[in-house]
């Protein structure tokens, strides 16, 4: 089993910065792809960002491009969202992703594991 540690949530002005991390523990794998999902109030999950670890390919929404970066850290079981230009529709609970046999990066059904979420509120 995999378990995914989301933190860096909180609540910033429209304009603001947060940065999200997400450490990873238990099983490892020699390949996997970790990406960051989103969840509005009476809305569906969705993709914000993704990457694929060997190669670091990342992968983004058309609505955070630009103004979010995704990223590996030292360690292997590390990821981060830098989320910068924050608006108010950015707000939701942001999650961690992971699986080792991920085809489509933005396709959250394929991800097996999954954090249990950070609040992110960006007021207006």
């Known amino acids: 089993q995999v378990q995914l540690v989301e933190s860096g949530g909180g609540l910033v002005q429209t304009g603001g910065s947060l940065r999200l991390s997400c450490a990873a523990s238990?099983?490892?794998?020699?390949?996997?792809?970790m990406g960051w999902f989103r969840q509005a109030p009476g809305k569906e999950r969705e993709f914000v960002a993704g990457?694929?670890?060997?190669?670091?390919?990342?992968y983004y929404a058309d609505s955070v491009k630009g103004r979010f970066i995704i990223s590996r850290g030292n360690a292997r079981n590390t990821v981060y969202l830098q989320m910068n230009s924050l608006k108010p529709e950015d707000t939701g609970v942001y999650y961690c992703?992971?699986?080792?046999?991920?085809?489509?990066?933005?396709?959250?059904?394929?991800?097996?594991?999954w954090g249990q979420g950070t609040q992110v509120t960006v007021s207006s």
């Open positions: 990457i694929v670890w060997i190669g670091g390919s990342t």
């Open positions: 238990g099983r490892t794998f020699s390949s996997y792809a």
């Open positions: 992703a992971a699986d080792p046999d991920i085809i489509r990066v933005r396709n959250l059904y394929e991800y097996d594991y």
